[in-house]
């Protein structure tokens, strides 16, 4: 599957151009995608803050934008004619024609806010809103069954943020639900330290525990003959529960452990308690299992 997160960054992505060159490099090019052009020169100093800050900007949106550096020294007509006073001096031209700017040394976020503007103008997808749709495909493929699809897509997004933690989390999510258990834990145990502690890679730590238990899990059928036959029989409550998961029923899963919990809470070390939570943190947060569930545990837990 082909995932285009990131468009072509060729040599003309960000170029110098002269009074000769800037109807090509300028108005031109600006008929296809956006062009923003920074007014600068060599001793002014803000120039040199905000020339880089632009470049780097210019480079995340992926060529959704292009840029040209004019330095007025040398382009004294074309300063003249779109009347620079002052520099630095940033234009986006499209189809031909100034559609937004400023002046001055303006503060990263400003300058992000500038790209995602000119993108819009464009008719292009701001960086972000590019990755939150990738993300939300990928999810859907996910959901859907399209598990390795899903891979594919979250590897795409880490191929560019290596550090994004919904995109890892789904990734292993993604290994799970193609039964690819052990190269899913290879992944989590791989992540970058900065995000090892996220929700996202909790909740697909979580899901692999629920994953290495569902290998073992007892017949539910028979499961439930035996707690029907002796509902005291906390172990076979256990491994209904577990089994009930296994089989996709996480809610009545979820029922077997709070009357578990409820008949005795200290049932080996707490075992009904830690098992709900690891379904909970494998689930979504909003997930109206985890809502009901918490709330019957707490009220079990404060009666």
């Known amino acids: 599957m082909d995932l285009n997160l990131s468009a072509t960054t060729g040599a003309d992505l960000i170029k110098d151009t002269t009074e000769a060159t800037f109807m090509a490099d300028v108005v031109e090019a600006s008929r296809d995608v956006p062009v923003v052009v920074d007014f600068w020169a060599p001793w002014c100093g803000p120039c040199k803050t905000l020339g880089p800050m632009?470049?780097?900007?210019?480079?995340?949106?992926?060529?959704?934008?292009?840029?040209?550096?004019?330095?007025?020294?040398?382009?004294?007509n074309i300063a003249g004619q779109l009347r620079i006073q002052s520099i630095p001096t940033v234009y986006a031209?499209?189809?031909?024609?100034?559609?937004?700017?400023?002046?001055?040394?303006?503060?990263?976020?400003?300058?992000?806010?500038?790209i995602d503007r000119v993108t819009k103008a464009g008719?292009?997808?701001a960086p972000g809103e590019e990755l939150a749709e990738a993300l939300a495909a990928a999810e859907q493929m996910l959901e859907e069954g399209a598990a390795a699809d899903a891979a594919e897509v979250f590897a795409a997004i880490l191929a560019e943020e290596p550090e994004n933690a919904v995109a890892y989390g789904g990734l292993v999510r993604a290994h799970v639900?193609?039964?690819?258990?052990?190269q899913a834990e290879?992944?989590?145990n791989g992540a970058p330290a900065k995000i090892?502690?996220?929700a996202e890679l909790e909740a697909a730590h979580a899901q692999i525990a629920l994953a290495r238990q569902a290998a073992n899990a007892g017949p539910v059928?028979?499961?439930?003959?035996?707690?029907?036959?002796?509902?005291a029989d906390l172990q076979a409550r256990f491994d209904l529960a577990q089994a009930l998961h296994a089989s996709g029923d996480v809610a009545?899963?979820?029922?077997?452990l709070l009357d578990l919990f409820r008949r005795d809470r200290e049932w080996n070390e707490g075992a009904a308690k830690t098992q709900l939570f690891t379904i909970f943190d494998a689930l979504k947060p909003n997930d109206p299992i985890v809502l009901a569930g918490r709330r019957k545990l707490s009220s079990l837990i404060f009666a």
Request: charged fraction near 25%; hydrophobic fraction near 45%.
């Open 221 to 231: 059928a028979e499961l439930r003959a035996r707690v029907e036959a002796d509902p």
């Open 54 to 76: 632009l470049e780097d900007a210019v480079r995340a949106a992926k060529g959704a934008v292009k840029m040209v550096k004019v330095n007025v020294d040398e382009a004294q």
């Open 252 to 256: 009545e899963a979820v029922t077997q």
């Open 196 to 198: 090892a502690r996220t």
């Open 186 to 188: 290879a992944i989590l």
């Open 123 to 125: 008719g292009g997808v």
């Open 177 to 182: 639900a193609t039964g690819d258990v052990d």
């Open 93 to 114: 031209f499209f189809n031909g024609q100034p559609i937004d700017g400023f002046q001055g040394a303006v503060p990263a976020s400003e300058i992000k806010a500038f």
